[in-house]
């Protein structure tokens, strides 16, 4: 592949978790968590029903309408989606 400029090309064993729920506001998700040692420890979270993925970890659900702007969700959809996410992407670990 001549025409091609690599800037990375890595292969690495990773976890994902797949998860469906409904929420008490009746919303249902699909998502796909993956686990990898990329990302400063924040994990890939892909809503399966839309196909949109995010890097997330715990100071990312703090920021204010930051899941319902990436997800599409509205206000009282992402704080249940953020309930569940606190569970599953723990902290932020730096490794630099």
């Given at each position: 592949?001549?025409?091609?400029?690599?800037?990375?090309?890595?292969?690495?064993?990773?976890?994902?978790r797949?998860?469906?729920?409904?929420t008490?506001?009746?919303?249902?998700?699909?998502?796909?968590?993956?686990?990898?040692?990329?990302?400063?420890?924040?994990?890939?979270?892909?809503?399966?029903?839309?196909?949109?993925?995010?890097?997330?970890?715990?100071?990312?659900?703090?920021?204010?309408?930051?899941?319902?702007?990436?997800?599409?969700?509205?206000?009282?959809?992402?704080?249940?989606?953020?309930?569940?996410?606190?569970?599953?992407?723990?902290?932020?670990?730096?490794?630099?």
């Open positions: 592949m001549p025409d091609y400029d690599f800037m990375s090309d890595t292969t690495e064993d990773t976890s994902t797949f998860v469906t729920f409904i008490p506001g009746m919303k249902r998700f699909d998502l796909s968590i993956t686990t990898t040692s990329r990302f400063y420890g924040k994990k890939l979270v892909t809503d399966l029903q839309n196909g949109i993925t995010a890097i997330l970890g715990a100071d990312d659900l703090e920021e204010e309408g930051y899941l319902a702007h990436v997800f599409k969700l509205s206000d009282e959809e992402a704080a249940e989606l953020e309930q569940f996410l606190y569970f599953v992407v723990g902290t932020v670990n730096f490794t630099d």
